[in-house]
């Protein structure tokens, strides 16, 4: 069986982010460079992530940044809540997005909304204003699918 695509879009990786990733395609929409770059994560590709970042954006230590986020971060999923703009008519675009991970045994999300603008083509991710979490309550299922209650399992901390 195919491999789904870890930005859950649920097309197969090899389809969804995977030409992305490997430079065969381009984004055509602010939504599909948030989910490869997700996925840039989860495959931990530093170098898709930097390229993808708005060359304004860039800074000399990114690589190792980068690298060191990876360590020890186990990602669960990604859910787009919704997007401005940012088809492929636009110039800019905005996207709200929750990714879960777990880190060190812990349950965690970023909550962003990033802005996103296209150049010559080319999509970039430029900065995000990060929102607050919402995680699971203590009764619901943990996002780690082993079908445990969040505060048995990953949310114990909480
Ligand atoms: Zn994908
Ligand atoms: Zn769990």
Same mark, same amino acid.
């Given at each position: 069986?195919?491999?789904?695509?870890?930005?859950?879009?649920?097309?197969?990786?090899?389809?969804?982010c995977?030409?992305?990733?490997?430079?065969?395609?381009?984004? @055509?929409t602010?939504?599909?460079?948030?989910?490869?770059?997700?996925?840039?994560?989860v495959?931990?590709?530093? @170098?898709y992530?930097?390229q993808?970042?708005? /060359?304004?954006? $860039? $800074?000399?230590?990114?690589?190792?940044?980068l690298?060191?986020?990876?360590i020890?971060?186990?990602?669960?999923?990604?859910?787009?809540?919704?997007? @401005?703009?940012g088809?492929?008519?636009?110039?800019?675009?905005? #996207?709200?997005? =929750?990714?879960?991970?777990l880190?060190?045994? $812990?349950?965690g999300? =970023?909550?962003e909304?990033s @802005?996103? #603008?296209?150049?010559k083509?080319?999509?970039?991710y #430029?900065?995000?204003?990060?929102?607050? %979490?919402?995680? /699971?309550a $203590?009764? %619901?299922?943990?996002?780690?699918g082993?079908?445990?209650k969040?505060?048995?399992?990953?949310?114990f901390?909480?």
């Amino acid at each position: 069986m195919d491999e789904q695509c870890p930005c859950l879009s649920g097309q197969p990786y090899l389809t969804c982010c995977a030409p992305l990733l490997s430079g065969t395609r381009k984004a @055509e929409t602010a939504g599909q460079l948030m989910r490869s770059r997700y996925c840039a994560f989860v495959k931990q590709s530093a @170098e898709y992530l930097i390229q993808t970042l708005h /060359p304004s954006k $860039r $800074r000399h230590d990114d690589a190792e940044q980068l690298r060191h986020s990876f360590i020890d971060t186990d990602w669960l999923g990604l859910t787009i809540l919704r997007q @401005e703009l940012g088809q492929p008519v636009d110039s800019s675009g905005r #996207v709200e997005f =929750i990714a879960r991970f777990l880190q060190a045994g $812990r349950a965690g999300q =970023i909550h962003e909304c990033s @802005e996103f #603008v296209k150049e010559k083509d080319t999509w970039f991710y #430029v900065d995000g204003s990060r929102q607050p %979490e919402s995680l /699971p309550a $203590r009764n %619901e299922p943990c996002w780690c699918g082993n079908g445990k209650k969040f505060k048995k399992c990953h949310g114990f901390h909480r």
